[in-house]
């Protein structure tokens, strides 16, 4: 049994905390929540012991783990505070808004010795590690160029401000939206380490970016595009597509779906020259609780199985995430 | 329940394994018009019963029907609650609470914050309730048997523990619409544990069901083993599970388990309704003769 607390308890708290608490080996000691509806909902009707003060939390109930799922301003306070403390963390993404503080953060981890991973649940979505053992064994010779891709329904019209909407909270597509894709890009096809153009276009907030369109290259001098848009209504929910082109085959990828067409019969087993169209189902692997998708428990149980000692620590680590923010950062610094 | 229920994915964009597909679904059912006559084909199939979301467009299919109501007389519809990238999206961008604000009807939630929270805090089922007859308004002059909850609302709520609310829906979805309350869950025996646990007997559960064990948590043979020795009135979503195994082979699997009262299922071509509903029919009738 792991003993496990929530700080942040919004959309993805809320659903962190519902796969935590159908999990076998944990036990959540508390949750913290500075709004009063989500604590007295989750106090009246759940077991679990809330909190308005996530210092007063961490006092009373000990936890060994957290997930910290509060606004990004705040992941870099709360986070150096539980390494401190010696507690295993799991943090939201996107990781930190200062590079300065992500990169205190990854060494502080590193010191203290504890688990760490980052929500970007793609890399558990059985299409993208499909893709990833393909790339890596080669299968599509010497790369020439990829495109990252995601569209969603978020703000589809003029609408009230949250944090979401405010740029020094954390909000807008690029930390929201282009942070998953930017984050599987350097999974899946090599870390980005140059921005050569950005475009950061507004179209229905006030003051963050709803698009995000880039220029890339990778540190094995790869070039690519991102393409990222939360305001596009023909998508009904996030929809998230990385296309790899090489020199003996092309691969598409999105969260359902792996087309991949070889050049010649020279390719991996189970596939042909061609195209090959898998699916999800190929690839999705049972998980003991689902909500939402295989990934969002598969992330989970990763975390609890690292902490006990049964999976080794090396995916959506600090040190990954800390990458991402830092591409994020050169885009925000390259924009035009 | 009807033996075979038709289900709308399909109009809506709904493919669990393939976005490409999805997009080709949504430009195909753009119209209204051509949603009802998908429904048609499989009314002249024989298939009565309709299981839909409470999406925005099954309203606009709602008023169709009812001003057509001598074609739809046979005709049932079991609604399942909320259309959950409405909310989904919207706490996104306006949070909890903003999303509350917008979506619960009247100035409940208004007068609920002008109040402060701690006094009013027992009204978080009529909250509930509210949300509820906001979503079920469409089905006006309906006949809508079976009311559901979506699986990411059941699940959330089950994996939150919070078996009270459960419990709150059963008893007014029985209480105000007359109705039999349904939960639509991707973790069967998980659920019916807890439905149990709050004196919920024989429910009706809807989950993904198939060969392939495809979004069966927890595994298929723990699911064969709930549809054996419990009691339970299930309802067999997913039996294709996205298309992996053959029809034949695939429908021959869900139609030979115990307790499987209903199945479930979304075609949007002629062809493809008729095989779906023939070979049910079919595994149906011989099962009848091996008996």
Redesign the interface.
Known sequence: MTRVALIGA??MG??H??????HPEVQIVGVADT????T???G?????ECFADYEKMLEKTKPEAVFVAAPTKYHGTIVKELLQKGIHVFVEKPFCLNVNEGAELVQLAKLKGVVTQVGYHNKFIGTFEEAKKLIDSGALGDIQHFIGEAY????VRK??E???SKPEEGGGCLL?YASHVIDLLNYLVAPIDKVHGALLKSIYSGNVEDAVYALLETNNKLSGVLSVNWSDE?Y??M?T?VTVIGDKGKLIV????MKIYFKDANCPQLYTKGWNVK????F?E???????GEEYSAQIDYFIAAIQGKAVNNKNTFESAWLTDSVIDKIKKTKN | MDRILYGDNQF?????????K??AQ?MKFKEDKTILKTIDIAIEEGVNTFMCTTHDRISNICDLIRQNQGNYTNLKIYPCMPYA?KY??A????????T?KEYVPGNFFGSLFKGG?AFV?KD?MSMMELLIDAEMKMFKGIETPVIFIQN?LT??I?????K??LKSYHEYIIKKYNAEPGYIT??MP?LLNMLESVGIKNPIICSSINI????????KALYEQTLKTKQVRAIAMQVL????TPVKQAIEYVCSLPNVESILFGASSRGNIHETVSLIRRFDEQKLVSK
């Open positions: 919004g959309k809320i659903s905390l519902a796969i935590l608490g159908a709004s009063k509806i989500v007295d909902v989750l009246k009707y759940s077991s679990f969603g329904p978020v703000v609408k009230q949250t944090w979401r929201d023909t009904r929910k929809s597509t999105d969260a359902t779906e699916h999800i189902n190929d999705a049972e998980v003991n609780f689902y909500l939402r | 809506f964009g709904v493919n669990h394994v393939s976005d490409e999805s997009r949504m990238h989904a999206n706490v996104t961008e306006l949070g909890i609470v903003g509350l929270l805090s978080y990411v699940d959330l089950m994996g939150l523990g919070m009270d609310v991707m973790n998980m392939d064990g495809f979004r069966m948590s927890g595994g599970s996205g298309g992996a």
